[in-house]
Every structure is written in C-alpha cells, then in structure tokens.
Nanobody, 114 residues
Framework: VQLQASGGGLVQAGGSLRLSCAASGGILDFDDLGWYRQVLGRERELRAIIRRGGSSIYAFSVKDRFTISRDSAKNSVYLQMNSLEPEDTAVYYC?????????WGQGTQVTVSS
C-alpha cells in the first residue's frame, strides 16, 4: 500500500487548505483512513478518521473547522481545513489501516502564519 499526500502550504491565519491523499489500492478495502499531524519533538496526533462505513471522528480542537471526506472512485481521502490557526502548523500525514496493519504516507507541511 502506498499513500501519496499533497496539498500543504503556507496560509495566513483564518485561511483554508485542502489536503489530499491518494492510495495505491481501493480505499474501501481499508478499515479506516485518517489524517494525523506531527510537530517537531512531539508524537503524531490524530486530526480526523473516516471509517469504512463512512462515519468519522475528529480531534476536539478541529471538529468544527476540519472535514474529512473520501472519493472511492479516485482512491483518495481529503482533509478540508478551514479557519486555520497558527497552532495548526505541523507536518500532516495520511494513514490507512487494515486490521493491525497500518500504512503511512509521506508528510505534507502546513504552515499557518499569524
């Protein structure tokens, strides 16, 4: 399984970005797909997950600002990030899980300036 993340960049506070993650296989084969972030020196933190059945969960700090979605025809999962804050600055990773097997994409940098 290969995951290719894209869409990061530099944005001002209050702005928006849309991250994309393209999977090498059918995304409905995965138990769930998610987005995590990592700040230097800290562990990766969950931002959002979408389960095979379509339900999603969000970290509390993003639940009213971020939206995770998927397009099975494009084998892709997305993270729409609105009302970005400087605290959202991090490297963002997409992750896919099948049972106990976990796959990570390369990170994409998101920088939010104040």
């Amino acid at each position: 399984v290969q995951l290719q993340a894209s869409g990061g960049g530099l944005v001002q506070a209050g702005g928006s970005l849309r991250l994309s993650c393209a999977a090498s296989g059918g995304i409905l084969d995965f138990d769930d797909l998610g987005w995590y972030r990592q700040v230097l020196g800290r562990e990766r933190e969950l931002r959002a997950i979408i389960r095979r059945g379509g339900s999603s969960i969000y970290a509390f700090s993003v639940k009213d600002r971020f939206t995770i979605s998927r397009d099975s025809a494009k084998n892709s999962v997305y993270l729409q990030m609105n009302s970005l804050e400087p605290e959202d600055t991090a490297v963002y990773y997409c992750r896919a899980r099948i049972g106990e097997a976990v796959y990570w994409g390369q990170g994409t940098q998101v920088t939010v300036s104040s």
